[in-house]
Structures are given as structure tokens and as C-alpha cells.
């Protein structure tokens, strides 16, 4: 099957200056207050946030607002630009997630009897037989109900303007659920706090006007090209996210190929999460083959963020040592292609309120 091929090709891909800054404080801007569930995890990705930041000698350095269990808040003497990280919730704001649970216990039942149909088993995504792969009687609705939960995830807020990152405590709760885990809800993810350390960085890259796409041109052969290949279809709000993204991933990059003595195995394998990040939301979005589900697995949420796989296979591709690495984005952007020219694109409500 074509999902199980691209998922070992997955898993073996890899064994300036800010404007001047207003004082704000992000809780009065957003009318939230401090949030405490998460401050541990939070405290151990802006370590991991701030050593690669210091590693490339970047002008930011991040601060948590709150001491974490040792009194430390992670400020550094050397700092040159301190960027404050809150973690923050909606007032009166008490969410239990108990339908987010119910709907992942939902998706995990079903994911452990899921069918294939023989008959099918080589349709492609593009092709309307794709909609009869799987036997099991209604798994669009169940996996539908988790990608919006997934679709409308904001973990973090900034103000290019300000030095703060806001991280919102109930979205980074639901990311911990879907991601914080295996697929199968089973074991815990280790090293979840990287993926926060990535969203972090990408904050920072919104922040760092001076990085542009250009910075990234050292990659292996072919791969810069596929990058901006990516970058040039997007419309001006999502290339500055697909430009941040590109920060993040090529920050870690050089981490974790450098070769500071002091840098642990751990500690380079950041470099791990951003293709892991692309696998986990592809494995969500792989069973809701309705016109619907396709258009979520490959058009844009909103028309200022770009698909999180897309962006996720776009990032693999910065980290890769591997030359002409284009296979999933060449694929994944032919499909979105074919798929924005089917008339259920435009008819079908579902794909209709996404963006391509
Ligand atoms: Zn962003």
C-alpha cells in the first residue's frame, strides 16, 4: 500500500534585527490569565529553545514569566534581545476536554479494526475509488471530528512588535493529547517537549525580520529549490509562516550537525521531531478518504496558515542530508493540485471553506 511505502521512506529519511519593541503585556492585550498545567513542559522546551538559539549566536533569548520548580527562569547574562514566554489561558476558562478525549477514544477504536478493501487497495487519493479503501462503516465523521480539533489548533501567539511569546495553554493541552502520545493513545511520546521547542522557534522566526529564505540556500543539492518551490505557490501570510518555519528548521539544522563536543545525542535529536511531526499528522489525516477528509489532508486551514503536513514534509526538507529530497513534497503538492481541480473542490462545502 502506497501509505505504508511513504511511511518507512518517513521513518528511514533520518536515523537581525526586530523592530523597535513596545511594552506590552499579553495579558491585558488578550484578556487572559497565567496558566500553570503545562509551565514543566513549557520550562524544558525553552531550555531546548534557548540553547539552539545560542548555539547560532542569535541575537534572542527566551524567558519563561514564571520560576520553574528549580527558581529558574532560564535568563541568560549574555542575553541580547529577551524574549518573554507566557503561558496563558482565557479567564473563567476551565475546559475539561472531555470531548476531545471521547472523540480520540473514537478514532483509536476504530484505528484498531481498520479494514482495507482489496478491491481498492491502489486507488490514489485523486482517484473517486480512494473513497471505498477502507471497509469500516463511517471513519470519516470519527476522524473528521479529530482533525478540527487538530485544524484549529493555536499554540502560540506573538506580536511582531513586542518581545513576548504567548503560548495558549488550552491548544498546547489538546496538541498534548494528539501528539503527546503514540497514534494508538498508548505510550507517551518522549521528548514531546521538542515539538514545543520547534513551535518556539518558529515564534522567534516571526520576530527576526532579518532571516529570509535566501538564508537557507546551503542545503543539499536540489532541496533549497524544493523549498521555494513550496514558498512561491503561497499567498504573502503564508509565506511568512512557511518563512518562520523555515527558521526554525534551519536553526535546528545546524544544531544538530554541529560539532560542538558539548552537544549530547538528546540534545541533536531535535532534528528527528520535524520529520516526526509530518508523519503523526499524516497518520491522523490517513483514514478520511471522503471529499472532505482528502481536502483537509492537503488544502490549507485558513488562508493564513498553510496544511500542517505540508508544512511539516516542507520543513523535512531543510533538515535533510540528502540531495533532491522532493519525493513526499512533489507528491503531496501534485495532489493538492489535481484534487483543487475536481468539482467537489468547489461544490463540496467541507473543501469549499478550505484554502488552496
Ligand atoms: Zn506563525
Redesign the pocket.
Known amino acids: 500500500m502506497r501509505e505504508v511505502i511513504f511511511i518507512s521512506t518517513l521513518i528511514f529519511l533520518f536515523v537581525g534585527c526586530n523592530p523597535k519593541a513596545r511594552t506590552e503585556d499579553p495579558r491585558e492585550v488578550l484578556g487572559f490569565t497565567d496558566a500553570t498545567t503545562m509551565r514543566e513542559l513549557a520550562s524544558k522546551a525553552i531550555g531546548i529553545a534557548n540553547k539552539i538559539l545560542e548555539n547560532q549566536e542569535q541575537n534572542f533569548i527566551l524567558k519563561a514569566s514564571w520560576k520553574d520548580e528549580q527558581g529558574n527562569n532560564h535568563e541568560s547574562a549574555k542575553s541580547v534581545k529577551t524574549v518573554e514566554i507566557y503561558l496563558l489561558r482565557p479567564k473563567n476558562y476551565y475546559p475539561t476536554f472531555v470531548k476531545e478525549e471521547g472523540n480520540l477514544n473514537d478514532f483509536r477504536a476504530e484505528l484498531e479494526n481498520i479494514e482495507i478493501n482489496k478491491e481498492h487497495e491502489y486507488c490514489g487519493d485523486t482517484e473517486d475509488c480512494v473513497e471505498n479503501l477502507y471497509s469500516n462503516f463511517g471513519i470519516g465523521p470519527i476522524v473528521a471530528n479529530v482533525l478540527k480539533q487538530q485544524g484549529s489548533l493555536e499554540i ?1 501567539k ?1 506580536n511582531p512588535l513586542s518581545n513576548y511569546i504567548a503560548l495558549i495553554d488550552g491548544d498546547l493541552q489538546k496538541f498534548q493529547m494528539l501528539f503527546g502520545q503514540s497514534i494508538f493513545g498508548e505510550q507517551d511520546m518522549p521528548g514531546f517537549e521538542n515539538f514545543i521547542a520547534i513551535v518556539l522557534l ?2 522567534i ?2 520576530l527576526n525580520r532579518s532571516f529570509s529564505i535566501q538564508d537557507i540556500k546551503e542545503l543539499p543539492k536540489g532541496n533549497f529549490e524544493g523549498y521555494v518551490k513550496y514558498f512561491n505557490l503561497l499567498n504573502p501570510e503564508k509565506k ?2 512557511a518563512r ?2 523555515a527558521y526554525a528548521a534551519h536553526l535546528i539544522s545546524k544544531y544538530a550537525r554541529s560539532n560542538k563536543s558539548d552537544l549530547t545525542l538528546d540534545d541533536r535529536r531535535i532534528i528527528l521531531y520535524i520529520p516526526i511531526q509530518a508523519m503523526y499528522t499524516y497518520l491522523y489525516q490517513l483514514l478520511d478518504k471522503s471529499e472532505g477528509g482528502r481536502c483537509r489532508q492537503y488544502f490549507d486551514p485558513t488562508k493564513t ?1 498553510p496544511n500542517l503536513q505540508l508544512r511539516y514534509i516542507a520543513m523535512s526538507l531543510i533538515v535533510s542530508d540528502k540531495s533532491n529530497d522532493l519525493g513526499q513534497l512533489s507528491r503531496y503538492l501534485g495532489t493538492r493540485e489535481s484534487l483543487s481541480k475536481k468539482r467537489f473542490a468547489t461544490v463540496n462545502m467541507e473543501c469549499s471553506s478550505l484554502d488552496f
Open positions: 502560540a506573538t518558529h515564534e522566526g516571526h511568512e509562516e518562520a518555519d496558515h
